[in-house]
């Protein structure tokens, strides 16, 4: 079955930084892969897409890269706000676009 | 109206009690899903109705009843459960199912924590 990795541990960054964020999967690759910010006790919140024929995209402070080769995604923020602190979590999203996975998260804290 | 509403926030339940879980949307979303999340997991995928039939079951146990009486509505009616089903639920919306949900991602509402005792 498909497994998905995020780092379990928090990531600490100072505000102004650029955090970056490992997403590595098992098996085979999805169509799509997204993220998503999690805040405790909140649904998650759909931040960005990527497609499995595009190494990278962007959305404002937001990239993302997709290697199906070393099956991972890494998504970056850069100038990071205190704002920024949740629980980012990536997503594999398989043709029909039903099916979706999640990853754990990783927890991200900005400090000022 | 951009939000997904679930309702209640918080239950608590005995092993021989029936609730219902409710969640609603009013952005014309054609696809509905139910998962559920322990702490520190990932959101795991229950159901998925699309034009309010039920398109995924992923080896729910049967106490988990889901419902979709219209295009609007998700209900979850549990029924007879264990300690170990207590988590959040979560329900999602996404635009027609299939290319709209990739595109725009799935809509989250806040969840019901519930507590099995």
């Known amino acids: 079955s498909q497994k998905i990795e995020q780092n379990s541990e928090a990531l600490n960054i100072q505000e102004g930084k650029t955090a970056t964020l490992t997403c590595n999967y098992t098996n085979y690759s999805p169509a799509y892969l997204q993220w998503y910010r999690q805040d405790p006790g909140r649904g998650p919140v759909f931040l960005l897409l990527i497609r499995e024929n595009e190494k990278e995209k962007r959305k404002e402070r937001l990239k993302v890269t997709f290697d199906t080769t070393l099956k991972q995604s890494l998504f970056h923020i850069t100038a990071s706000q205190l704002a920024d602190s949740a629980n980012y979590l990536c997503a594999l999203v398989y043709t029909g676009g039903f099916k979706t996975i999640f990853g754990a998260g990783t927890r991200l804290f900005v400090k000022a | 109206d951009t939000e997904v509403t679930q309702t209640p926030k918080h239950l608590v339940m005995g092993m021989t009690n029936k609730k219902s879980l409710k969640c609603e949307q009013h952005?014309?979303?054609?696809?509905m899903y139910w998962y559920k999340q322990k702490a520190k997991k990932p959101p795991e995928l229950m159901f998925v109705?699309?034009?309010?039939?039920?398109?995924i079951n992923e080896s729910v146990p049967s106490r988990f009843s889901p419902e979709c009486p219209n295009s609007s509505l998700l209900n979850l009616h549990l029924h007879a459960l264990q300690p170990e089903d207590s988590a959040l639920y979560l329900c999602?919306?996404?635009?027609?199912?299939?290319?709209?949900?990739?595109?725009?991602?799935?809509?989250f509402g806040p969840g019901t924590r519930l507590t099995v005792l």
């Open positions: 109705y699309s034009y309010e039939k039920l398109s």
């Open positions: 952005m014309g979303h054609r696809a």
């Open positions: 999602a919306s996404s635009q027609g199912g299939g290319q709209g949900s990739i595109e725009r991602g799935q809509f």
